[in-house]
């Protein structure tokens, strides 16, 4: 049981709720839920450009269940820029696999370099 839904059920029991304003919580909390699996549903791809010298160096496109591995096309020198400037690519892979929202999660610029990785 989520904690939120432990809290809405603990006021209830505390009569600092009524049962129709617990049963309110209780539906907004499921349909944040609902909102939430559907936005993981809809973000299946993650993208990473890598410019070096203002050229495209890197435009891959890669399935999410495989972050991981696309970790693997960015070139190491942009990995040095993104640990200089303490991007975690742990962290970030985590972050993906528990349902960061769609969008632009990276963008590291150095000059004319630049890494950018989204999620679509």
């Not at 904690?3 to 209830?12: A, D, G, N, S, V």
């Not at 505390?14 to 944040?32: F, M, N, R, V």
């Not at 160096?57 to 693997?72: E, F, Q, R, W």
């Not at 004319?112 to 999620?119: A, G, L, M, Y």
Request: no cysteine; glycine share 4%.
């Amino acid at each position: 049981m989520s904690e939120e839904r432990k809290r809405i059920l603990q006021m209830l029991a505390d009569g600092k709720i009524s049962a129709d304003e617990a049963d309110e919580l209780l539906a907004t909390l499921g349909s944040e839920k609902e909102s939430k699996s559907i936005a993981r549903k809809e973000a299946k791809f993650l993208r990473i450009k890598v410019t070096e010298f203002g050229q495209e160096k890197v435009n891959v496109n890669i399935p999410l269940s495989l972050a991981k591995l696309a970790m693997k096309f960015i070139p190491n020198d942009a990995k040095m820029k993104m640990e200089e400037k303490e991007i975690d690519l742990d962290e970030i892979i985590r972050e993906i696999q528990y349902g960061a929202p769609a969008g632009k999660i990276v963008e590291v610029e150095d000059g004319e370099d630049r890494v950018e990785v989204f999620i679509e």
